[in-house]
């Protein structure tokens, strides 16, 4: 794959400033560091037949190849076909939510009402007997989701995401039209509520049949990361160990451990927990992207201006942050993340991204920690 640099231009149009500083005094509930590290030691010991292989090109002994997604060992029946992205609520009514400790890629954007939704993008879904709760489809959603050649599962939408989807920027799996009953339908329910929808491996596996998806990747599939093989510490960072957001319903924040090198996901003052692990969230690599926005007229719905444009935001993880610039030049195409002090397209760490869109003008009120003890005092 061709080296990308940004342009000095887009470097100088936009060199802004970040970090800051917190609030009051509560205490933070611990996280539930476990089996993370024991994960992480299974991945990097696996034995590859051709060192000198480019990344994409390695095999390990026992046959797996990298995931598109989170530069993790896979299978290459599930990490070279094309993968599910599922849109997920986020409201403290309907948690907890399940599958989703399981996706390699999670975006969050705030979608109405000040909500956030998430979008759960999985290569390898087996085994999962419960995703979601499946819930309805944003514009913005769509052309994440077109990036990475994935097919879109959502329960509905509002007009101008069936506008994209209709058009064909997606292929979609749209749960309200599968609903039916577990083990023979693509989605199923498990009560009366709007928060009661699900699906589960079997499911997908039943509407991607039903709608005859081709899942093969095209030849020129473009892997939408760079991965550092050997480690991507930020040297030249700023120290960041602790992230609240500015979400101001779910109020999210993230605090990193040292001891597996993870940061660990809060939200409504709680870990946030898969519930089919009863594990509590984490992210390796943490992607802050800030975004021109609008809210459409005669509605609450939010827009986000993603195609042909550029923007700012930030890259953190290991402990560390730096200032990034980021740029989409189509619909479909690719977002391509660049270090703001050297132009360079960054390099993410192994494991779990979290992209947090974020409306521009609340981006200071994002507050980054560099001792996560601050933190704590503050909040």
Known sequence: MKKRVV??????TMAMSLVACGKKDEEIPAADVED????AEEQENVEVLD??????????????????????????KYGRQRPVAVMIENT?????????GNAGVIYECV????????????????????????????????????????????????????????GGLVQNLNALKLEGKKGSAATYRTGKSEHTLYTNSDGIGIGLEKMKYDMTLPANYEPHFKFAQNGNNLENGQDCQAIQMYYYTNKPYWIY?????????????QKQVDATTGKQLTAKNIIIEDVAW?????????????????????????GKMIDIAWSKDGDSDIT?????????????????????ACQHDYSDENVFYADKNDFSKAK
């Not at 994440?144 to 050649?149: K, R, V």
């Not at 451990?257 to 003052?269: A, P, S, T, V």
Request: aromatic content about 16%; some cysteine.
């Open 51 to 76: 060192e000198s292989a480019a990344f994409w090109d390695q095999v390990s002994e026992d046959g797996r190849v990298r995931s598109y997604l989170n530069g993790e060992w896979v299978d290459p």
């Open 92 to 100: 403290k009514a309907c948690l907890p939510q399940y599958g989703i």
């Open 7 to 12: 342009s000095a231009m887009l470097i100088l």
């Open 336 to 356: 391509h993340y660049y270090d703001l002090a050297t132009g360079e397209e960054i390099q993410l760490n192994i494991g779990t991204t979290w992209i947090q």
């Open 111 to 166: 979608v109405e009402g000040g909500i956030t939704r998430m979008m759960a993008i999985f290569d390898d879904y087996t085994g999962l007997e419960q995703i979601g709760n499946v819930r309805s489809a944003r514009p913005y959603y769509v052309y994440f989701a077109s990036e990475y050649d994935a097919v879109y599962m959502h329960a509905g939408g509002n007009p101008a995401a069936f506008e994209l989807i209709d």
């Open 294 to 318: 609008w809210i459409y007229q005669g509605s609450e719905y939010l827009g986000y201006l993603l195609s042909y444009n550029t923007g700012t935001g930030k890259y953190i993880t290991n």
């Open 36 to 39: 993370t590290a024991t994960v």
């Open 257 to 269: 451990n040292e001891d597996d090198g993870l940061y660990y996901r809060y939200e409504f003052n």
